[in-house]
């Protein structure tokens, strides 16, 4: 990237790439539904069907095999399991059979071919299944003894009918994309940042001893599981994003895709700085021997307050993560800038105590609630400002 060169905070960056070493990258998943169920059990009934009537030998019970392990949730991962499965099978029973008609069954040549299986499945790029499938493969060559080319292909085909009947079932009908479970996820983790803002002010409040040296205050345990929810809501705004890819159910939700990954992004971006919030707080307040300028009953209102302008620009509980009522925020956040500024300026003129400190945790708050007024805002804008750290 050229030097000065900025990247637009639009929330691409969150969103996965859809290459083909991601589609190789693909897992099984477990089972979710009574739909997905029933469509798994339907799709090895048929595989099973169509191997054993295409396949001349007991080969066939490979097809359903294959079916019952590529069923996925989504097109996406149903794709990319087929396309494991199928490579994985294909090079290990080729490259075993290669080396069974050479040397024959031994203890050696077993020993030999297991090594050569994993040290070639630890450099391809595929998921941990993909790659234990290669020295599966090899070690269902050599159960065989000596097998004829004619079966090694007979089962690679009948895997590659199992990974087709799968992707077939997947279309039949394909599955409708859930955006609401994403939306939940990120509800809940607006409404942990929002909820721990009220409990820093509350705790504040509440404490009237000064902590030990060791003890952290009860909101620091709080404000570190907010990177689980952070964790949460990107891994279902991906599982979003491949529920809709190669999913011709999901057209009309893509346009939509954007969006959630900048919401996801400037949230997340205020759910760090809210977190160094709170590490300030615990650093700085109730502890011997450190009189913060900004007292503690003036900071634990001005929490409140940010919580409040949080519930304005990012939704109440239960609603969806946007403003609510933007002229309202607007005003609230002018005035709580203005508020901001006054008491930095009387610190820094007329108070005693840890001045640059209660400076800084001032500029934090301003941070956030310029961070929540703009969260609205269109990618690019002059007065866009979100940042990680």
């Known amino acids: 990237m050229a030097s000065g060169a900025r990247i637009p905070d639009d929330g691409r960056e969150i969103l996965p790439d859809f290459r083909v070493t991601d589609v190789l990258q693909q897992r099984p998943e477990p089972f979710r539904s009574p739909w997905q169920v029933a469509r798994i059990a339907v799709a090895v009934t048929v595989s099973w069907a169509v191997g054993y009537w295409l396949s001349p030998s007991s080969f066939g019970i490979f097809a359903p095999l294959t079916t019952l392990m590529v069923v996925a949730t989504s097109p996406w991962s149903t794709w990319g399991l087929s396309i ?26 077993v020993l030999i071919a297991m ?30 003894g000596q097998v004829t080319w004619e079966q090694a292909a007979w089962r690679v085909l009948d895997v590659a009918i199992g990974g ?101 992004r400037r949230l ?24 913060p300028a900004l007292q503690e009953s003036t900071l634990a209102d001005l929490l409140d307050e940010l919580a409040v302008l949080g519930r304005l620009a990012l939704g109440s509980p239960g609603m969806p ?42 500029g934090r708050l301003e941070f956030v609630a310029d961070q929540l007024e703009g969260f609205d805002r269109l990618p690019g804008e002059a007065d866009d400002r979100f940042e990680d750290d």
């Open 164 to 264: 087709a009947v799968g992707i077939l079932a997947i279309y039949l009908p394909p599955p409708k994309p859930r955006p609401e479970k994403f939306e939940v996820s990120l509800q809940s983790y607006r409404d942990h940042i929002l909820d721990l803002l009220e409990a820093i002010a509350r705790e504040i409040r509440e404490q009237s001893e000064p902590l030990g040296a060791d003890v952290l205050h009860s909101f620091v345990q709080d404000s570190r599981s907010l990177r689980g929810d952070a964790d949460v809501a990107r891994q279902s705004l991906v599982a979003l994003a491949e529920s809709i890819t190669l999913n011709p159910r999901g057209r009309g939700y893509r346009p939509l895709l954007a969006e959630d990954a900048l919401r996801l």
């Open 84 to 109: 494991q499965r199928v490579v994985s099978s294909g090079v290990g029973v080729f490259l075993a059979t290669l080396w069974v008609t050479w040397v024959g069954v031994t203890w050696w040549s």
């Open 268 to 291: 997340a971006s205020i759910g760090v700085h809210v977190r160094g919030i709170a590490g300030v707080v615990n650093k700085d307040y109730d502890r011997q021997w450190i009189y």
């Open 321 to 362: 993560v946007r403003p609510e009522a933007p002229e309202e925020l607007s005003v609230r956040a002018g005035a709580f800038d203005t508020r901001l500024r006054s008491l930095a300026d009387h610190i820094v003129n007329d108070s005693t105590g840890e001045v640059l400190e209660s400076v800084s945790l001032l």
């Open 115 to 144: 090594v050569a299986a994993l040290v070639l499945a630890s450099r391809l790029p595929l998921s941990l299944g993909g790659q234990f499938q290669i020295p599966t493969s090899v070690l269902f060559v050599f159960a065989l």
